[in-house]
């Protein structure tokens, strides 16, 4: 795994809490921690987190609707251009997307919480 997300401006420290597991009701849950963009996504039975930055443009993924995963289940989409990315690795599968990828954030999930995963977590 990356880890460019550590060089981002407020990139959190492993072991921050991100939210509560009963928060995410949907498959994906974008969700800010002090300034720095987060997507969570639930797919396949994985919980996965990416930073929350289309890299066409760099606005959210979910800046126009809250759930980003396709109807097929296995690609997020872009709300703004429609850049597809595949949920589980973050690698641009369509439209925009092709040729980027998605910074991927370790996530771990313990006692009902989701946390910010590293090696201090």
């Known amino acids: 795994m990356s880890d460019a997300w550590k060089d981002m401006p407020g ?39 990416y930073v929350n930055a289309c890299p066409h443009q760099y606005l959210p993924l979910d800046w126009r609707t809250g759930n980003v995963l396709a109807a097929d289940g296995v690609t997020l989409r872009c709300s703004n251009h429609q850049a597809g990315f595949d949920a589980e690795t973050g ?20 006692a009902g919480q989701i946390l910010i995963g590293g090696a201090e977590a």
């Open 91 to 110: 690698k641009g599968v369509d439209g925009f997307g092709a040729g980027c990828a998605l910074d991927p954030v370790p996530l771990v999930e313990r």
């Open 11 to 49: 990139a959190p420290a492993p072991g921050t809490l991100v939210c509560a597991a009963d928060d995410m009701t949907a498959p994906t849950l974008g969700v800010d921690l002090d300034g720095f963009p987060l997507l969570l996504v639930r797919v396949n039975g994985r919980l996965l987190g």
